[in-house]
Every structure is written in structure tokens, then in C-alpha cells.
């Protein structure tokens, strides 16, 4: 499991999956949460611009991203 502290309130969804490394660019976030890849807190989600706050968890390919303040 990968943890992202905020520097902020919150963080995008796109943004968090690309600073955990699991995408390698934001047109590709865009993809795989469009295509309905990506859960937050166990509900898929298909808005990119989502914010994630501390205790947000999301799961991407196997891969599990909690978010921290």
C-alpha cells in the first residue's frame, strides 16, 4: 500500500494515481478512470477531478493508495 500525504485539503483523483506512479501521464488517468478502473473508498468512481482527503482509500491494477493528511 502506497501513502500519499497532502500538502493540501485534498488531492484530485487523477493527480494521486499519477504521483503514486500507478499511471505514467494524466491523459492516461483520464483513460482508466473513464473506463470505470478505478474505486475509491470501495465505490468505482469515473470523475477525474474527484477530491480525495485524508482517509480516502483508493484501488487501481491490484494497487492500493491511502490518503493522508
Same mark, same amino acid.
Do not use: F, P, S, W
Given at each position: 500500500? $502506497?501513502? /500519499?500525504?497532502?500538502?493540501?485539503?485534498?488531492?484530485?483523483? +487523477?493527480?494521486?494515481?499519477?504521483?503514486?506512479?500507478? =499511471? $505514467?501521464?494524466?491523459?492516461?488517468?483520464? =483513460?482508466?478512470? @473513464? %473506463?470505470? @478502473?478505478?474505486?475509491?473508498?470501495?465505490?468505482?468512481?469515473?470523475? &477525474?477531478?474527484?477530491?480525495? =482527503?485524508?482517509? %480516502? &482509500?483508493? #484501488?487501481?491494477? +491490484?494497487?492500493? /493508495?491511502?490518503? #493522508?493528511?
Amino acid at each position: 500500500m $502506497q501513502v /500519499i500525504h497532502l500538502r493540501e485539503e485534498y488531492i484530485k483523483l +487523477g493527480q494521486a494515481i499519477k504521483a503514486a506512479g500507478l =499511471v $505514467q501521464t494524466g491523459a492516461e488517468a483520464k =483513460v482508466v478512470i @473513464q %473506463d470505470g @478502473q478505478v474505486k475509491v473508498n470501495g465505490q468505482t468512481q469515473v470523475q &477525474r477531478g474527484k477530491k480525495l =482527503v485524508a482517509g %480516502d &482509500r483508493v #484501488e487501481y491494477n +491490484g494497487e492500493t /493508495i491511502r490518503i #493522508e493528511a
